[in-house]
């Protein structure tokens, strides 16, 4: 009785996001579709479950000629939106930023690797900022842990650009043909080049 209950929790939420992901893709077509796109990408990194990569892909390729603008707008919004979700962790963490990790299932796992987090607090922010992991998780758990504030700025700069940055330049050069590999295989690549990158910096460090 549980497991169906669970299994219908987790379908009806799995629609409820499909539907969302859809109204944020058909927000691309709006005639004022950057401030949407700096919206979108305000809110993701602190609460909103849809990555403005979603808008920026159809934006693109509708306007190729805007691609580094688009990519900049997304930056500038999804660094401040970061700001409001370290705010968020440092403030208000047991009335806002929980219950948003929890919604997400992830408050268990965060508030045990709280100790530890601020050692690894650069890895971690630009982790979050270029692979599927949810940067909100992170901005919440900077400010919650007290991560110094330029340090946390200066790194999601870092993130953000290089995720946001690529996005734009692959769609600007290769067109539609390399949208399937950026939705499909992009954050796999982000993933194996930070998993390198940490493991090039620890094998110079053991040495």
Known sequence: MFSQHSDTEQELTTIMLQRLYDKTIAL?????????????AFIESS???????????????????????????????????????????????E???????????????????????????????LTAGVTPFPYKVITIMSGWTGMPIGTFIATSILARALRFFLVAGLLWAFGAPIREFIE???????????????????????L
């Open 28 to 40: 691309a077509e709006h005639p004022q579709a950057l401030w949407v796109l700096a919206g979108v």
């Open 47 to 93: 609460f909103f479950p849809i990555p403005p990569d979603v808008l920026m892909i159809p934006m693109i390729l509708a306007r190729p000629n805007r691609a580094f603008l688009i990519a900049t707008v997304a930056l500038v919004a999804s660094v401040l939106g970061g700001m409001l979700g370290y705010a968020i962790g440092a403030l208000f963490y």
């Open 95 to 125: 009335s806002i930023g929980q219950p948003i990790l929890a919604a997400m299932g992830k408050a268990e796992a965060m508030e045990a690797f709280n100790t530890k987090f601020n050692d690894f607090g650069f890895w971690a922010v």
């Open 184 to 206: 499909k295989r992009l954050g796999l690549m982000f993933t194996l080049f930070i998993v390198l990158l940490i493991g090039g910096f620890a094998v110079v460090k053991f």
